[in-house]
């Protein structure tokens, strides 16, 4: 579980670092300088509420409540770069087969709990894909074809966790929900 969180925190940390300057980059920015950032749409930015949450506090003008989701947005390529290592990480970190967060939650549910929510989860991903946004149905033909196998056996799989790593485990948890459901 160590290994799993490990990875995907340091990135998640990394992205947030990136993500904040870059808003800071954007806000300081002339408009003559904010034309050649790149711009994405509403829509790509509503994808998660945690970055939208962020991008709203931080720029503080509500570009994110504008009806009309093709309206671009335009953000320094540092703010791009940090809302797309979240998004990466969060993918990364859903528990499923032998993603980091399959690995996770093998480790705090055991074989037939993980197992359970891996279905879970892919059910959610097939949901999503269909329902609104196309990358969740692109990550769940990536996680079905390539990730799917079950983990290989630990030599210790009956080992029961401290109260640290459980909460870890339900903070992760927390932020990929945050991450990937949409505003």
Do not use: C, K
């Not at 990875?7 to 904040?20: C, H, K, N, R």
């Not at 980059?25 to 509420?49: G, K, N």
């Amino acid at each position: 579980m160590d290994f799993a969180l490990a990875g995907p925190w340091f990135g998640i940390a990394a992205s947030s670092v990136a993500l904040t300057i870059g808003l800071d980059l954007t806000a300081a920015a002339t408009p003559d300088a904010a034309a050649y950032f790149p711009a994405l749409p509403t829509s790509f930015l509503q994808a998660s509420s945690l970055v939208a949450s962020v991008v709203d506090s931080t720029l503080q003008n509500g570009l994110l409540q504008i009806s009309n989701p093709a309206t671009p947005i335009y953000l320094h390529p540092l703010a791009v770069a940090g809302y797309a290592g979240l998004m990466i990480n969060a993918l990364n970190l859903t528990p499923f087969g032998r993603t980091d967060g399959g690995r996770i939650a093998l480790a705090m549910f055991g074989r037939s709990g993980a197992q359970i929510l891996s279905l879970v989860t892919l059910i959610s991903l097939l949901v999503a894909g269909f329902v609104g946004n196309d990358s969740f149905l692109t990550y769940f033909l990536f996680v079905s074809f390539f990730q799917g196998e079950l983990e290989l056996p630990l030599r210790d799989e009956s080992d029961s966790l401290d109260v640290s790593r459980i909460v870890l485990g339900l903070v992760t948890a927390a932020f990929v929900l945050l991450t990937l459901i949409p505003v």
